[in-house]
């Protein structure tokens, strides 16, 4: 369930961390942290998906 919205946090992360490390690479502090800020929002992505995916199986249990 969420194998979309899985794969598109994921590329999200790898995004950010590529983001990140131009950033890092160019001494853009700013890029840094946009990088960084797309790996958390990818992080709370799939955080999200967990949630609901433990809420249908706990439905399903009942």
């Known amino acids: 369930m969420g194998i ?5 946090a994921t590329a999200k992360d ?3 961390k590529a ?3 131009w950033g890092d690479l160019t001494d853009d502090p700013k890029l840094e942290l946009e ?3 797309k ?13 609901k ?5 706990t439905i399903d249990n009942v």
């Open 14 to 16: 790898v995004q950010g």
């Open 19 to 21: 983001q990140e490390a």
């Open 39 to 51: 790996q958390v929002e990818a992080s709370a992505e799939h955080k999200k998906e967990d949630l």
């Open 4 to 8: 979309d919205k899985r794969a598109e």
């Open 53 to 57: 995916d433990q809420a249908h199986r």
């Open 35 to 37: 990088g960084k800020a």
